[in-house]
Nanobody, 122 residues
Framework: QLQLVESGGGLVQPGGSLRLSCAASGSTLDDYAIGWFRQAPGKEREGVSCISMYGKITNYPDSVKGRFTISRDNAKNTVYLQMNSLKPEDTAVYYC???????????????WGQGTQVTVSS
């Protein structure tokens, strides 16, 4: 059974950067596409990036395009989300998820991590 653990969240000032990690255990990560999602209090879950099994395909919504970059290191069984130029509206719990293909729809992913909090505030 694939298990995912996110790390790297924290408090950062507007304009700052964070790098989130999604580490897998129980199975090899290169069998899956990986998505990053976020959910802020009172808001719906939003897909913020995804990457295909071997990293050839990535996708981002307009809200983070040019600021967030997803990458994967299958040898380390880890996927990363580099977040730059962070804004207060990026504040949310961020989750990684594994599924059959790269897409920004949460219901299409089978395995989820527990989430990591990102707070952007001065």
């Amino acid at each position: 059974q694939l298990q995912l653990v996110e790390s790297g969240g924290g408090l950062v000032q507007p304009g700052g950067s964070l790098r989130l990690s999604c580490a897998a255990s129980g199975s090899t990560l290169d069998d899956y596409a990986i998505g990053w999602f976020r959910q802020a209090p009172g808001k719906e879950r939003e897909g913020v990036s995804c990457i295909s099994m071997y990293g050839k395909i990535t996708n981002y919504p307009d809200s983070v395009k040019g600021r967030f970059t997803i990458s994967r290191d299958n040898a380390k069984n880890t996927v990363y989300l580099q977040m730059n130029s962070l804004k207060p509206e990026d504040t949310a719990v961020y989750y990684c998820a594994a599924g059959p293909w790269c897409n920004l729809v949460g219901s299409r992913y089978n395995f989820w991590g527990q989430g990591t909090q990102v707070t952007v505030s001065s």
